[in-house]
Antibody
Framework: EVQLLESGGGLVHPGGSLRLSCAAS????????MTWVRQAPGKGLEWVSI????????HYADSVKGRFTISRDNSKNTLYLQMNSLRAEDTAVYYC?????????????WGQGILVTVSS | DIQMTQSPSSLSASVGDRVTITCQAS??????LNWYQQKPGKAPNLLIY???NLETGVPSRFSGSGSGTDFTFTISSLQPEDIATYFC?????????FGGGTKVEIK
């Protein structure tokens, strides 16, 4: 059974940093691209970042470029999102999701989501 | 960026009704269009991928069609458990983009 479990969320002050983790199991983690998608309270879904299976390539939404860094450790089956210079508008539930063998694909499994609140 | 325009933003229908949601892309995305269901407080769940392919385990009352810029998602017979918000998403190009969502309620 595929499982994705996010951790590391919480309350942080504007300008602060946070690192999210997503522990994966039930599939060959190193064979699939992985992504982060967020959802602000009461809003729709916003794609944040994606990383290829080998971690060779990463892409970001313009709204987080230069502030967020996606990474993965295939030996630990874990995906990360380092979030720096956080802003109030980054407040959202963050989901990790499993992609396909290539970056441009659908997301067939999602974690339960983790809340990040940026507030003073 | 490819803009995804989803309509309606909400709808109310009776159990057993046929429900249709549309999604229009701002440029040709071939069939690279997916549909997700999100129930309150839960993560999105993939229902349809590549415009018309039913994900494994998804009931056959859900279907999708379309190509190019215009896509349709249909629930053939609305059930109480289908109360949710539905999102389309394109994976033709980066940045990946989602439609604004359609909230489906029971009348």
């Amino acid at each position: 059974e595929v499982q994705l479990l996010e951790s590391g969320g919480g309350l942080v002050h504007p300008g602060g940093s946070l690192r999210l983790s997503c522990a994966a199991s039930g599939f060959t983690f190193s064979s699939y691209a992985m992504t982060w998608v967020r959802q602000a309270p009461g809003k729709g879904l916003e794609w944040v970042s994606i990383i290829t299976s080998s971690a060779a390539t990463t892409h970001y939404a313009d709204s987080v470029k230069g502030r967020f860094t996606i990474s993965r450790d295939n030996s630990k089956n874990t995906l990360y999102l380092q979030m720096n210079s956080l802003r109030a508008e980054d407040t959202a539930v963050y989901y990790c999701a499993k992609g396909g063998p290539v970056i441009l694909s659908y997301f067939d499994y999602w974690g339960q989501g983790i809340l990040v609140t940026v507030s003073s | 960026d490819i803009q995804m325009t989803q309509s309606p933003s909400s709808l109310s229908a009776s159990v057993g009704d046929r429900v249709t949601i549309t999604c229009q892309a701002s440029q040709d995305i071939s069939n690279y269009l997916n549909w997700y269901q999100q129930k309150p407080g839960k993560a999105p769940n993939l229902l349809i991928y590549d415009a018309s392919n039913l994900e494994t385990g998804v009931p056959s009352r859900f279907s999708g069609s379309g190509s190019g810029t215009d896509f349709t998602f249909t629930i053939s017979s609305l059930q109480p458990e289908d109360i949710a918000t539905y999102f389309c998403q394109q994976h033709d190009n980066l940045p990946l983009t989602f439609g604004g969502g359609t909230k489906v309620e029971i009348k």
